[in-house]
């Protein structure tokens, strides 16, 4: 069974400081990894996308994606009280359409 | 582009009655998405269509749920009865292609009493 894994956390991390996110999955051969931030009460909006192993950053953010260990991470620079949320970890498996999808990380920046 | 659009932003119904959800995806993605969320399952696919196309519904929970796209800019999901474990929130998104980044919709919150 194609799986995603998240820890649901809460991951408690003081403002300032660096928030690092783990995911890790099943299959081998996937190709595409999303990172998703949803606000309680509010839809999942997408942060990252990775496609090839290595760092990619964006702002704040950076994504990590390593495939030989099945793992993409995201580390959140200089964390404000306003990425508190919930992080869902996407993968899209053998060139399937579906994304399997995590269960989610929350994660609390305390001030 | 306003992004995807969902109406309702809420639903409260009575058990049995007839729930159509509605959805405006980006236009220029041919790639549609239904999802279902819940604190216990979390998110749930129900249906992906593919150029107006319902390419796979092996995620609606029975013969209650329904899904149509008549075009590219509208799909349906209907739920008729509706029961009270039907309550969740309904997300549709969509993508250009299937394996590319979805956007989602600002939800359907539904509840069934």
């Known amino acids: 069974q194609k799986e995603v894994e998240q820890n649901s956390g809460p991951l408690s991390v003081p403002e300032g400081a660096i928030a690092s996110l783990n995911c890790t999955y099943s299959?081998?051969?996937?190709?595409?990894f999303f990172w998703y931030r949803q606000y309680s009460g509010k839809s999942p909006e997408l942060i990252m996308s990775?496609?090839s192993n290595g760092d990619k950053e964006d702002g704040r953010f950076t994504a990590q994606l390593n495939k030989a260990s099945q793992y993409v991470s995201l580390l959140i620079r200089d964390s404000q009280p306003s990425d508190s949320a919930t992080y869902l970890c996407?993968?899209?498996?053998?060139?399937?359409?579906?994304?399997?999808w995590g269960a989610g990380t929350k994660l609390i920046i305390k001030p | 582009d306003a992004g995807v659009i969902q109406s309702p932003r809420h639903e409260v119904t009575e058990m049995g009655q007839e729930v159509t959800l509605r959805c405006k995806p980006i236009s220029g993605h041919n790639s549609l998405f239904w999802y279902r969320q819940t604190m216990m399952r979390g998110l749930e696919l129900l249906i992906y269509?593919?150029?107006?196309?319902?390419?796979?519904d092996s995620g609606m929970p029975e013969d209650r749920f329904s899904a149509k796209m008549p075009n590219a800019s509208f799909s349906t999901l209907k739920i008729q009865p509706s029961e009270p474990r039907d309550s969740a929130v309904y997300f549709c998104?969509?993508?250009?292609?299937?394996?590319?980044?979805?956007?989602f919709g600002q939800g359907t919150r539904l509840t069934v009493v």
């Open positions: 990775i496609y």
């Open positions: 269509f593919n150029n107006n196309v319902p390419i796979d």
């Open positions: 998104a969509s993508s250009v292609g299937a394996t590319t980044e979805a956007f």
């Open positions: 299959d081998r051969v996937s190709q595409s």
């Open positions: 996407a993968v899209n498996m053998d060139s399937n359409y579906q994304l399997i």
